[in-house]
């Protein structure tokens, strides 16, 4: 659930070269290498972390984004977020 903030930076807007490839590699379901874990694990704790999201939910999110070691992971924390309404892909 939003509140009525600045929403966080998209993936697409960024412009260092190192995210996309990371997103990419998560949206073609194949391995990832550890510095993309890395990557997308921090685009995800800036995107969670952004003051306009709020429920009960997103407390647990926020815990949680340390642990996203592993596609799998991340995998099942996007599943989470978007029971929460939040989608950052």
């Not at 073609?28 to 890395?38: K, P, T």
């Not at 984004?65 to 599943?79: H, K, N, P, Q």
């Amino acid at each position: 659930m939003a509140a009525p903030d600045i929403m966080p930076f998209y993936w697409q807007n960024e412009t260092s070269g190192v995210l996309r490839p990371a997103v990419e590699a998560y949206l073609r379901g194949g391995d990832m290498e550890q510095s993309q874990i890395v990557a997308l694990r921090a685009y995800l704790r800036q995107w969670i972390n952004a003051p306009v999201w709020v429920g009960p939910g997103v407390h647990a999110l926020r815990i949680a984004i340390d642990g996203l070691t592993s596609r799998e992971a991340i995998a099942v924390w996007l599943e989470d977020a978007q029971a929460e309404g939040i989608d950052p892909l």
